[in-house]
């Protein structure tokens, strides 16, 4: 037969061209066997319906059904039966030995766990023996060198507190309290002269400001030395090259490279050559601050609006200073208002001078004092009273007890930062951003005209020659003061140099001049 697909009819020796030619030659195979399929699925259908209805007749008790059928069923299901029974037991005794092999693994494993728990607990007895007997004196020694560190830490502290007042002693620091009807408010001094407020910086005197604001920043150099403290923005003192004192931003400061004072040029100038300029650092130098005036605050701003600005950056970041120094010692400067920070003699003084809280322990004397004495006062104290206090110095620190040049009490450790983290004013710029705000609202609120020295001069002859009994003249001049106050030509006349300048602030306006 020829394919139609390939047209090629088989041989014996290709008898397949395609998979046309091999279906076709399997067709029949495969009819034959369909066939032998049907038949056996028709002879199934047959038996297993006749098995059906015997089994039915046995069971009703039919007779006509050959006993041997039934003989041989029996039999067949008794053999089926036997052997699931004997494939049950022989699983059984499989299962048995291995119970029982597990049982005595078990059993070992027991037996092991107990001798382990024995010789552990053994072991742990005799190391806790050891570890007394041993760790015993150790711990002892630990013990005796705390009491000694802690010794020598207060003993430190009351060495700082001694130095950091003893300095103010030494600089001229103190307080002027008011008078019962004076309306000021107390002033502090340095060196017999007014340390000024920052809210009062327009009225001041440059020489004046640029005194008390070089001897201060002195004072707290010293003061952060002495505590062992670094200040967040670093002051810089006169010395070559730098004849005023500066301050530095916070983050300028302690960069290890030296600016030039403004306005002048270093005498040690870097080398011009290829090798130093390779190894030049091509970064822009820090900008100081200034903490001195060449003129009037309130001409300054009209003149230089930058160096006033600088100015204004600098002297904030002094008072700043101070107020961080205050707070790592446990004065809280800011607690209540913002405007603490300006009240830099206040704050120093109250640090240095001021006698310490009724609830902590005055500990601000010599401390090179007899070392009887100090047994004794230790001998005396109660063991109640010593935890409370060392109860108290944990969460209230004393003057001179956190510092950066030891290890016991280190402020950047996070004891110390976590005390500092409570502190309201720790961005610095947000206290310049107010101060330089206030200072702005002030001058432009200001509608009066500021006299300077000679303008007094050329008034006071003329107050001098005038007729008081007869022609009551009154001029309106600007005078420092609290309140605005009236006063005739007399009066106006002995408001000189020295009465303008007692440590008022603001402006006080007298009545028009009628001769001018």
């Known amino acids: 037969m020829q394919c139609y697909v390939c047209n090629r009819p088989a041989t014996n020796r290709l ?131 705390e009491q000694r560190w802690n010794a020598m830490h207060a003993r430190t502290a009351d060495s700082r507190i001694f130095l950091c007042r003893e300095a103010a002693n030494l600089y001229g620091l103190y307080q002027r309290r008011r008078t019962k009807n004076d309306l000021r408010p107390d002033s502090y001094y340095i060196g017999a002269l007014a340390i000024q407020d920052l809210r009062d910086l327009h009225s ?78 091509a970064r822009p130098l820090p900008r100081p601050r200034p903490l001195h005036l060449n003129k009037k605050l309130s001409i300054l701003a009209k003149e230089d609006a930058v160096d006033y600005s600088l100015f204004v950056e600098g002297i904030t970041l002094l008072a700043w200073d101070i107020a961080w120094l205050c707070r790592t010692q446990g004065v809280d400067i800011g607690a209540k208002s913002w405007d603490e920070v300006c009240a830099m003699g206040k704050n120093l003084w109250q640090l240095l001078v001021a006698p310490p809280p009724a609830g902590e322990p005055a500990n601000v004397g010599n401390p090179h004092k007899d070392g009887d004495e100090q047994k004794a006062t230790k001998a005396s104290e109660n063991t109640s009273s010593e935890q409370e206090s060392k109860d108290t110095a944990r969460l209230v620190p004393m003057f001179g007890h956190y510092s950066h040049g030891t290890a016991h009490s280190l402020l950047a450790a996070a004891e110390g930062t976590d005390f500092m983290r409570g502190w309201r004013l720790h961005s610095h710029l947000k206290v310049i951003e107010k101060v330089k705000a206030m200072l702005l609202s002030e001058r432009t609120g200001a509608e009066w005209e500021v006299l300077e020295d000679k303008e007094w001069e050329e008034e006071a002859p003329q107050t001098h020659h005038a007729d008081v009994s007869t022609t009551p003249m009154e001029e309106t001049v600007l005078v420092k003061g609290s309140e605005p106050t009236e006063m005739g030509a007399d009066e106006a006349a002995g408001t000189g140099r020295d009465e303008k300048g007692k440590g008022t602030s603001g402006w006080t306006k007298l009545k028009s001049r009628s001769g001018t």
């Open 15 to 145: 008898p397949f061209n395609c998979s046309l030619c091999a279906r076709e030659a399997l067709y029949e195979f495969r009819i034959h066997l369909a066939h032998v399929f049907t038949q056996q699925d028709v002879a199934e259908q047959n038996i297993h319906q006749n098995l059906t209805g015997l089994q039915s007749k046995a069971g009703q008790g039919v007779k006509g059904i050959n006993p041997l059928w039934i003989t041989e069923n029996a039999a067949v299901e008794r053999t089926a039966s036997k052997e699931r029974v004997q494939t049950i037991h022989l699983q059984s005794d499989v299962l048995r030995e291995e119970i029982k092999g597990i049982r005595a693994e078990i059993a070992e494993r027991k037996a092991k766990l107990h001798k382990r728990r024995s010789e552990l607990a053994s072991a742990e007895q005799e190391l806790s023996l050891r570890k007394a007997a041993d760790f015993g004196p150790v711990g002892k020694g630990i013990r005796r060198i």
């Open 204 to 281: 001041a005197s440059p020489a004046h400001l640029n005194t008390a604001t070089t001897t201060l920043a002195h004072l707290v150099h010293l003061v952060s030395h002495y505590l062992g403290l670094r200040l967040p923005a670093e002051i810089v003192l006169p010395h070559q090259d730098y004849p005023l004192p500066m301050i530095f931003s916070p983050a300028s400061s302690y960069t290890g490279r030296d600016a030039p004072f403004p306005g002048l040029t270093p005498s040690h100038s870097s080398s011009n050559s290829p090798s130093a300029s390779r190894t030049s650092d």
